[in-house]
């Protein structure tokens, strides 16, 4: 075979290989992006490390004017409510997200589509000084720019090369090949309106979930120590940007099961809590003046009694628990979190709407249902404290 014969058999043999790849990812499709997406058929893979690339493009698709949007505590919240009825819905969160992340998903969504509606949940470990700016995969450029412009040449070739990546990259034909090879489901289950859920064998489930997380978070935070300023300039800036276009926004701030105050407690973050609270207050009544606008809402869902100070189930348990890991709550608890938040006819068995008079009170009682845990669960919590606090061997 000549060179010139090599070459051509080559192109050939290129050019069908990438079709064969295309074909396969477009046919299966695992991330739900080319054919009508199940809960099934997106829960035949862990798509928990591509939503960073994935749900930018379901935002193109959908076009969704109500959103849920935070960290994966709020990818718990199905996005569903009597009063969005008449709306398209989409749960935008994403597992981790940053401050900047989130505001400008926020952009990005409302350029698309403007909202009427936003339900934003917000962590506590957000604000904090270990939390990057952005986490990888996290692609800036292929969200529509905060002019909201959405046909930029710099936006086009980003949404380009997230496809190249979705239908010829190996990653996808490993994933689509999973999704053929092996019809079990993940742990994980996911829907098509973005929320999802982890299954009782989760590494979130009872009480090792609950020490995985506090210690990851233990390890996360101490070579930054409390001294360092928390950053709310995103959050600032995601306020002006609701209140400049009229969104009618919602805050919850994500409930914790009571014992993982701990956690806060041995990295001396409870002042650093409380001031967390206080100022995003602040700036929200800061920015509605400044506006001439009502304030948001920020509900606190922490002092649910019966919920936030449940036992720690054993792992054989879990399926009873209102969390997983201390930090993520069940769908129900979602469920009831945001109808309480977006309901103006019923009245909040649960949470509490949030403000500069009852703020003191609020934390008080979160503090005090610490503490009464504390001792009615003396034995089993002394040693859980101990084992999160012990250094994780190399």
């Given at each position: ?11 050939f ?11 396969i ?13 199940t ?80 339900v ?28 909201g412009e ?6 086009g ?41 982890s ?80 100022r ?98 003396e ?16």
């Open positions: 075979m000549n060179y010139k014969n090599y070459l051509y058999f080559s192109t043999f290129t050019f069908i290989l990438v079709i064969v790849i295309a074909s990812n477009y046919r299966v499709d695992p991330y739900g992006l080319y054919r009508p997406a809960k099934f058929s997106l829960s035949r893979i862990n798509q928990f490390h591509h939503m960073r690339t994935i749900k930018p493009l379901k935002v193109y698709q959908l076009q969704p004017n109500a959103i849920v949007i935070g960290s994966s505590t709020a990818g718990r919240i199905a996005p569903q409510h009597p009063s969005w009825e008449t709306y398209t819905s989409y749960n935008l969160s994403i597992p981790g997200i940053t401050n900047y992340e989130l505001l400008r998903l926020v952009q990005h969504s409302h350029a698309t589509q403007p909202l009427m509606s936003l934003i949940g917000l962590d506590f470990s957000a604000f904090l000084p270990s939390a990057p700016k952005l986490r990888r995969g996290f692609d800036d450029a292929a969200l529509t720019n905060r002019e959405i046909s930029s040449i710099v936006t070739w980003s949404r380009f090369k997230v496809h190249y990546r979705t239908l010829l990259s190996t990653t996808t034909l490993i994933n689509s090949l999973s999704a053929i090879l092996d019809k079990r489901t993940t742990h994980n289950t996911y829907f098509p309106s973005g929320n999802w859920y299954g009782s064998k989760h590494i979130f489930s009872g009480i090792a979930g609950f020490k995985f997380t506090a210690k990851h978070q233990i390890e996360l935070q101490t070579p930054y120590g409390p001294e360092q300023a928390m950053d709310f300039s995103y959050f600032v800036e995601l306020l002006e940007f609701c209140h400049a276009n009229k969104i009618n926004t919602h805050f919850i701030l994500m409930p914790v099961h009571i014992m993982y105050l701990e956690v806060y407690k041995h990295l001396n973050l409870m002042d650093e809590w409380r001031y967390w609270h206080d995003l207050i602040a700036e929200n009544n800061r920015l509605a003046r400044q506006y001439q606008r009502d304030t948001y809402s920020i509900w606190g869902f922490n002092a649910a009694y019966d919920i936030v100070n449940e036992p720690l189930w054993n792992n054989i348990d879990s399926t009873k628990s209102w969390f997983q890991g201390g930090v993520h709550f069940n769908p129900h608890f979602g469920k009831i979190m945001l109808n309480e938040t977006l309901s103006n006819d019923i009245s909040p068995s649960h949470g509490i709407k949030l403000n500069k008079t009852n703020l003191a009170t609020y934390l008080d009682q979160v503090e005090k249902i610490n503490i009464d845990f504390l001792k009615e669960h034995e089993n919590t002394a040693q859980l404290i101990r084992q999160i606090k012990a250094p994780t061997s190399n």
